[in-house]
């Protein structure tokens, strides 16, 4: 089973800031199969980034992804007010099964 | 616009059973693979079980198979989760969600449901 690792575990952050969110994989994984998710409190998830670099539809381009092999990135240019939220990394490459990262904890500093 | 609601959760003993469900709507049910994942109080996402779109495939995390059994009415555009033996460790909120592009098994979620809380306890 392939492990997602996400880091920080927590991001602490101004309002107009830059966020890197890191997932690093146990094993290679095809960029086309990870995606990145942002979950507010008591809401679902919301697919933001999928093939690793993909907007999903009505993402702000200021979401962006990055990556190949183990090693993955979700950038958020600027941050607006309602970024804040937690963020996960899944992979979707080793059918049958998904896997998602811990998660990060993006807040406000 | 796509809808999935989740239904059927609740309070139950250990070692009981639980059915949830899951209503679609706003798109052909028939043509996309359904999951279940579900987050414990305070804690991450957790895959659970996958069902293609036709509902011959099914696939399950190792800390349910045995267990859970997911199946589909695609005449009634509705998802089901079946869940025996529970744990207190299958106490969480469990989310029904959508692959994105048709046709496909495992994929990006792009739709869920707001999930419905089961708890576990005696």
């Known amino acids: 089973e392939i492990v997602l690792t996400q880091s920080p575990g927590t991001l602490s952050l101004s309002p107009g800031a830059r966020a890197t969110l890191s997932c690093r994989a146990s094993q290679s994984i095809s960029s086309t199969y990870l995606a990145w998710y942002q979950q507010k409190p008591g809401q679902a998830p919301r697919l933001l980034i999928y093939g690793a670099s993909s907007r999903a539809t009505g993402i702000p381009d200021r979401f962006s992804g990055s990556g190949s092999g183990t090693d993955f990135t979700l950038t958020i240019s600027r941050l607006e007010p309602e970024d804040f939220a937690v963020f996960y990394c899944?992979?979707?490459?080793?059918?049958?099964?998904?896997?998602f990262g811990q998660g990060t904890r993006l807040e406000i500093k | 616009q796509v809808q999935l609601v989740e239904s059927g959760g609740g309070v139950v003993q250990p070692g009981r059973s639980l059915r949830l469900s899951c209503a679609a709507s706003g798109f052909t049910f028939s043509n996309y693979a359904m999951n279940w994942v579900r987050q414990a109080p305070g804690k991450g996402l957790e895959w659970v079980t996958v069902i293609s779109y036709d509902g011959t495939s099914k696939y399950y995390a190792d800390s349910v198979k045995g267990r859970f059994t997911i199946s589909r009415d695609n005449s009634k555009n509705t998802l089901y989760l079946q869940m025996n033996s529970l744990t207190t460790g299958d106490t969480a909120v469990y989310y029904c969600?959508?692959?994105?592009?048709?046709?496909?098994?495992?994929?990006?979620?792009?739709?869920w449901g707001q999930g419905t809380l089961v708890t576990v306890s005696s």
């Open positions: 969600a959508r692959v994105s592009p048709p046709f496909t098994s495992v994929d990006r979620l792009g739709y």
């Open positions: 899944q992979q979707y490459g080793t059918s049958p099964s998904i896997t």
